[in-house]
């Protein structure tokens, strides 16, 4: 089946530094992908939806200026958490639908990062 | 506003009992989609079942089966013959307007652990 990979799979990283996190998807386009931030215990947030070629939309609550995402080809998406803070530290998946299957929605094994 | 909620945050089942986890929705989108995911400890989500809203039957994949509501906007999930690697968190989750394009959102989750 279809895989979506992100990179890393876990990252440290110093308060007031940016981290940048890719989500490809690796033998399909995805026109969009999705970001999701899962807190420990708690469900998957949407953060935004990534497209390919325009800006990507941010769901409310969420700072567009703080998590910076680009999606510059059909096969990558990427989501830079600029000027990290403790309160950053998460699990960060993302995922792009399939081809043409209503249930199809891969996910990428997540990104763990932790902001010292 | 589309809406899931799970109002089960953890069971605890006998193994080879059957367990159903709740769901129930909202949403004013006649056409829409619902998921099962199961999450393990690693983190990776695991699509588990789907059911579409103009699907006339009950989902069925093996041990799981959906029983869908929809007069009742309920999409409970039953798992048969539970296993010990059943043990999970396990979501529901909806698409509004069913295309590639359209944002998946889930509830809060229900952790499921199986008892030997």
């Known amino acids: 089946g279809a895989v979506v990979s992100q990179h890393p799979s876990w990252v440290i990283c110093k308060s007031g530094t940016s981290v940048k996190i890719e989500c490809r998807s690796l033998d399909f386009q995805a026109t969009t992908m999705f970001w999701y931030r899962q807190f420990p215990k708690q469900s998957l947030m949407l953060m935004a939806t990534s497209n390919e070629g325009s800006k990507a939309t941010y769901e409310q609550g969420v700072e567009k200026d703080k998590f910076l995402i680009n999606h510059a080809s059909l096969t990558l998406s990427t989501l830079t958490v600029t000027s990290a803070h403790p309160e950053d530290s998460s699990f960060y998946i993302c995922?792009?639908?399939?081809?043409?299957?209503?249930?199809?929605?891969?996910f990428g094994p997540g990104t763990r990062l932790t902001v010292t | 506003a589309q809406k899931i909620t799970q109002t089960q945050p953890g069971m605890f089942v006998q193994e080879k009992e059957a367990v159903t986890l709740d769901c129930t929705y909202d949403?004013?989108?006649?056409?829409?989609?619902l998921f099962w995911y199961k999450q393990p400890s690693s983190g990776e989500m695991i699509f588990l079942i789907y059911q579409g809203s103009y699907d006339q039957q009950n989902a069925t994949e093996g041990r799981y089966s959906l029983n869908f509501q929809k007069a009742r906007k309920s999409a409970n999930l039953v798992i048969s013959a539970s296993q010990l690697g059943d043990s999970a968190m396990y979501f529901c989750a909806m698409r509004e307007a069913v295309s590639l394009s359209s944002k998946i959102i889930f509830g809060s989750g229900t952790r499921l652990s199986i008892r030997p």
């Open positions: 995922s792009a639908p399939g081809q043409g299957l209503a249930y199809e929605q891969y």
């Open positions: 949403t004013s989108d006649p056409s829409y989609g």
